[in-house]
């Protein structure tokens, strides 16, 4: 058994470099964080500034007098519960269909999903538009769950597919020869070997439907219907001097997937890859 190793330069690899990355997404966040605590009515710091003098809290008081923020708040959640378990849902369905075809079917079938992937978004905007539309569904929040209904992203399927590419082919057989369906091998002996698979790919989906702006700009109408990036979005037509504002809403906006990022960074502790095909983090 090959031993792992060891030396400055495998510390350096291991620990540091993940450590200067990491912080370069931390140090915005703590600039959020600390421009939030800023007196009201003062402007942009000038320079680097770790602790404000004056530091307040005040303007999370005043960020739901200003807006509807639990409105926002609730309709968000409201996305996220119903799109992240159906995208979880349709994705490992076509994951373990890609895992069940032969293998030039399955070539086929991973090759299509990334073509997909390479569509711009930008040109389903219209025809998405009208279909919704047709349907008049515009000004709900069902054309931003609506893309659950796909998996939400053809990448979380080939996570699945990359995921239950781990559970052998004898397993598989063993099941059709006692008579198990796909749908009683999908749930009872697929699905709890890719446990992590799940959790990577049902935070992704919260991630993607909790920070969808585009979407809700295109189909929303009405305060009472907005989310919390375009409901938001509105604190940017302050002016420089209401900056504590503006940070205090990207701050609560940006808490849920701070939350989930620490929540991700348990799961792989070590080879993430080989962590998805497990289905264990251990």
Request: glycine share 8%.
């Amino acid at each position: 058994m090959q031993s792992r190793r060891t030396g400055p330069g495998a510390f350096a690899l291991r620990h540091l470099l993940p450590g200067l990355l990491a912080g370069l997404f931390v140090v915005p966040l703590v600039a959020m964080v600390m421009g939030s605590l800023r007196p009201l009515g003062a402007p942009p710091p000038g320079g680097v500034e770790f602790v404000p003098p004056g530091a307040t809290l005040r303007a999370y008081g005043l960020l739901n007098d200003l807006l509807p923020v639990t409105t926002y708040l609730r309709n968000s959640v409201v996305v996220a519960l119903v799109a992240v378990p159906l995208s979880v849902v349709v994705a490992s369905w076509a994951g373990f269909g890609i895992r069940l075809l032969g293998d030039r079917a399955k070539r086929m079938a991973v090759l299509a999903s990334l073509l997909v992937m390479l569509v711009p978004a930008s040109a389903l905007w219209a025809t998405r538009f009208r279909v919704y539309a047709w349907f008049d569904l515009i000004g709900s929040v069902l054309p931003l769950i609506a893309p659950a209904l796909l998996g939400t992203t053809p990448f979380l399927v080939l996570v699945y597919a990359w995921a239950f590419h781990g559970i052998s082919d004898s397993q598989l057989h063993a099941a059709r020869l006692e008579g198990a369906s796909a749908w009683t091998i999908w749930r009872r002996i697929a699905m709890p070997q890719v446990r992590t698979a799940t959790l990577a790919v049902a935070i992704l989906a919260f991630t993607f439907h909790w920070g969808n702006f585009v979407d809700a700009l295109l189909y929303l109408r009405g305060q009472e219907n907005y989310t919390l990036p375009l409901g938001l979005d509105t604190l940017k037509l302050l002016r420089p001097t209401e900056f504590p504002l503006l940070m205090a809403g990207a701050v609560v906006f940006s808490l849920p997937s701070v939350g989930v990022f620490l929540l991700a960074h348990r799961l792989f502790d070590d080879n993430p890859l080989d962590t998805l095909r497990k289905g264990t983090s251990s």
